[in-house]
């Protein structure tokens, strides 16, 4: 499966001028290496202009839907849509999309755990469903999204149900840079699976945010990585037998005892 990742400049505040430089991002992709994937990161539409969302989130998929579906259908190509401010009737979400090449919406997530470091809190609401999965061309997946992979114990059932492809969607400050490049390692070693991490790369108010987009194999090696910083594009082919040959050879599916651990729905105790 070839990938084309889209490392992005948000312009913060104006989904409209973010909708037109994805489609003519979209179309060069398809022009040039006709990937069959496409990623976007994070809150694509408005940024993290949070206290202004009011005006200018999506309005219940209203109007992202409908972009990515037809560009989707346009160009044959699925869509792992990032994820953008979205409203909905009891507060704003941070949603992702994914659209298949018949540009059907065939999976939605609202970013579950919200980042008190950038006031998500305060501004949105977060979501009350399991992350879940999805198939593309055949192939199950998951996507997740940006302070959510802090938290292994939601893409856990992603590798326990058989995905092959985990998507981190981000929009990831360059303060804690080492936090993203070594837990995105863990995870793709911890699961057996492929990691595509897609962060942007421009700044909001006094955050600026990392680039270093990277896709990590099942083994753990790092296939690819953006440039810091800066907007970019990466293109990336999978070997997706090498996630069957990492959980044969170091078989950690078969060697757990799941009945001996903790659960992991107590509460904290300092
Ligand atoms: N957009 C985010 O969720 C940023 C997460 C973050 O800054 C962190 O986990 O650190």
Same mark, same amino acid.
């Given at each position: 499966?070839?990938?084309?990742?889209?490392?992005?400049?948000? *312009?913060?505040?104006?989904?409209?001028?973010?909708?037109?430089?994805?489609? &003519?991002?979209?179309?060069?992709?398809?022009?040039?290496?006709?990937?069959?994937?496409?990623?976007?990161?994070?809150?694509?539409?408005?940024?993290?202009?949070?206290?202004?969302?009011?005006?200018?989130?999506?309005?219940?998929?209203?109007?992202?839907?409908?972009?990515?579906?037809? $560009?989707?259908?346009?160009?044959?190509?699925?869509?792992?849509? #990032?994820?953008?401010?979205?409203?909905?009737?009891?507060?704003?979400?941070?949603?992702?999309? !994914?659209?298949?090449?018949?540009?059907?919406?065939?999976?939605?997530?609202?970013?579950?755990?919200? !980042?008190?470091?950038?006031?998500?809190?305060?501004?949105?609401?977060? @979501?009350?469903?399991?992350?879940?999965?999805?198939?593309?061309?055949?192939?199950?997946? @998951?996507?997740?999204?940006?302070?959510?992979?802090?938290?292994?114990?939601? $893409?856990?059932?992603?590798? $326990?149900?058989?995905?092959?492809?985990?998507?981190?969607?981000?929009?990831?400050?360059?303060?804690?840079?080492?936090?993203?490049?070594?837990?995105?390692?863990?995870?793709?070693?911890?699961?057996?699976?492929?990691?595509?991490? !897609?962060? &942007?790369?421009? &700044?909001?108010?006094?955050?600026?945010?990392?680039?270093?987009? $990277?896709?990590?194999?099942?083994?753990?090696?790092?296939?690819?990585?953006?440039?810091?910083?800066?907007?970019?594009?990466? *293109?990336?082919?999978?070997?997706?037998?090498?996630?069957?040959?990492?959980?044969? &050879?170091?078989?950690?599916?078969?060697?757990?005892?799941?009945?001996?651990?903790?659960?992991?729905? #107590?509460?904290?105790?300092?």
């Amino acid at each position: 499966m070839k990938y084309a990742l889209y490392q992005m400049n948000v *312009h913060v505040a104006n989904p409209e001028k973010n909708r037109e430089k994805i489609a &003519s991002w979209i179309e060069k992709q398809m022009m040039e290496t006709k990937p069959d994937t496409i990623v976007l990161p994070e809150m694509w539409n408005t940024g993290y202009a949070l206290d202004q969302l009011e005006p200018i989130a999506d309005q219940n998929g209203k109007a992202t839907i409908p972009f990515l579906s037809n $560009l989707a259908k346009e160009f044959s190509v699925n869509i792992v849509g #990032g994820s953008v401010a979205n409203k909905k009737e009891d507060g704003i979400y941070n949603s992702s999309f !994914v659209l298949n090449r018949e540009g059907e919406v065939i999976h939605r997530y609202d970013k579950i755990h919200l !980042v008190p470091m950038l006031d998500e809190p305060k501004y949105l609401e977060g @979501g009350r469903n399991k992350a879940g999965h999805f198939e593309l061309d055949g192939v199950k997946m @998951g996507v997740v999204i940006c302070y959510d992979l802090r938290f292994p114990e939601l $893409l856990r059932p992603l590798a $326990l149900n058989g995905a092959k492809v985990i998507h981190i969607v981000a929009q990831w400050p360059s303060a804690r840079i080492e936090h993203w490049k070594y837990l995105l390692h863990a995870r793709a070693i911890e699961n057996q699976c492929y990691i595509i991490a !897609v962060n &942007s790369s421009g &700044s909001c108010k006094e955050t600026q945010f990392a680039g270093e987009s $990277l896709v990590i194999d099942p083994a753990g090696k790092l296939v690819t990585s953006g440039p810091s910083e800066k907007e970019a594009s990466l *293109h990336v082919t999978l070997q997706l037998e090498k996630v069957t040959e990492t959980r044969k &050879s170091i078989p950690i599916f078969t060697s757990r005892v799941p009945h001996l651990y903790e659960s992991v729905k #107590g509460d904290f105790h300092a």
